[in-house]
């Protein structure tokens, strides 16, 4: 008999349905560890294992294997469920539950302990050796924060706008999204751009072949690869009418840039437009009144309009170019950088082919509101 010797009187023969049943759930990968255990006992039974066999094979007690077996040649599937527990379960008062959310949302070193962010056992930690609680579980812990969706693990960075000319410039680009400039509406023949430059994509290929999803697991991508160089994906995005123009270039630059303007600009119909405005951030390729002189002065109906300082998440195109980090670049695999750039452009028109105007709900009265709270929170800092 497999795995040992000492027959069991809770003998286990399964039936096909049953086999497959207890099996996918020994595959299933958001199963409780527990309940594959329970499983796995359950299947090696059914094949003739004893009980010590299945303990020594599983890692696990003697009596654990002796359990589960009993359950199941009694109960079937229902007996490996867990059973309801005796007893009602620990209250906290809820000046408790809201003064451990409280701790949760401040800073461990405000409290004298040397990490960054609070995990869910640290917290745990910090609770009970403050003589909030006696006891507490993580689990107990974990379900109080969701029930306000705070999670003291993450953090999202920010970056405070510093530039004196912040909300005029924002104000602009904002009023141009409405199609709106210096107070008057855009006529038909006046377009709005939103450009900018994706740098040093890199052409990485692994040194073994990404293998695909398959049963219970996810893609595989290697962690090994050669670089193939790098290069850069220019693009401009026609904020109202869904117009996409894209080009690779080896970097960034001046010249780079150009062409790209060029490429919009000789084609129709932009070309014969009363006014065609390009929003930019402050990037080398199109920084300050210099890139103001050249462009303007080259084409009699473009108008290039700066964001501010530290304000790329009001330019349009960012969100395109997030959709081709997502969709394109990662994970990062191609052979050369010509793999790259085909595949840039393909995408590019792909997207093209189906894409809408995004739907740009932020406003000036959503930026005031923010420059106000912003204002507020700087006061107060000053004054503590």
């Known amino acids: 008999m497999a795995g040992g010797s000492g027959r069991s009187p809770f003998q286990i023969t399964l039936g096909a349905a049953q086999r497959r049943w207890l099996k996918a759930l020994v595959r299933k990968p958001t199963a409780q560890q527990r309940q594959v255990t329970r499983a796995r006992i359950v299947l090696l039974a059914a094949s003739g294992w004893t ?13 654990t294997a002796s359990k589960w077996r009993k359950r199941y040649a009694t109960q079937g599937v229902d007996g490996l469920r867990d059973r309801q527990r005796p007893g009602r379960p620990r209250v906290f008062a809820a000046p408790i539950v809201a003064e451990v959310k409280a701790i949760a949302c401040e800073l461990p070193v405000t409290r004298g302990v040397p990490i960054s962010r609070w995990s869910l056992q640290e ?16 689990t107990t812990l974990g379900r109080w924060l969701a029930e306000d969706a705070i999670k003291p693990w993450r953090y999202h960075s920010w970056i405070f706008p ?31 751009l939103s450009a900018d430059e994706k740098t040093s994509i890199q052409a990485r290929c692994r040194c073994h072949a990404t293998r695909p999803a398959g049963p219970a697991r996810g893609m595989r991508v290697e962690h090994e690869y050669d670089r193939g160089g790098a290069l850069a994906y220019l693009a401009a995005w026609d ?16 010249d780079p840039f150009g062409r790209l303007v060029t490429q919009v600009m000789t084609t129709e119909p932009y070309a014969s437009a009363k006014q065609v405005f390009w929003i930019v951030d402050n990037g080398s390729s199109h920084r300050g009144q210099a890139s103001i002189n050249r462009l303007e002065g080259r084409w009699r109906n473009l108008r290039l ?28 695999d191609f052979t050369d950088l010509a793999e790259v750039e085909h595949q840039l452009l393909a995408f590019q028109h792909r997207y093209e082919h189906t894409a809408a105007p995004f739907d740009w709900c932020y406003t000036k009265a959503d930026l ?8 507020d929170h700087d006061q107060q800092t000053c004054a503590a």
């Open 239 to 254: 904020v109202h009418h869904a117009h996409l123009f894209g080009r690779v270039e080896p970097t960034t630059g001046l």
């Open 51 to 63: 009980n010590a066999g299945i303990a020594r094979k599983l890692g696990i007690a003697p009596n």
């Open 123 to 138: 917290l745990r930690t910090e609770v009970i050796g403050s003589g909030l609680v006696e006891a507490v579980s993580t």
């Open 305 to 332: 309009v700066h964001l501010p300082v530290h304000a790329s998440w009001l330019n349009q195109i960012e969100i395109y170019f997030s959709i081709v980090q997502r969709k394109v670049l990662s994970p990062n």
């Open 162 to 192: 510093r530039a004196p000319d912040f909300a005029a410039k924002a104000s602009r680009v904002l009023d141009l999204y409405q199609r709106s400039f210096q107070g008057q509406l855009l006529g038909d023949d006046e377009y709005v």
């Open 368 to 375: 005031d509101r923010l420059l106000r709270r912003l204002g």
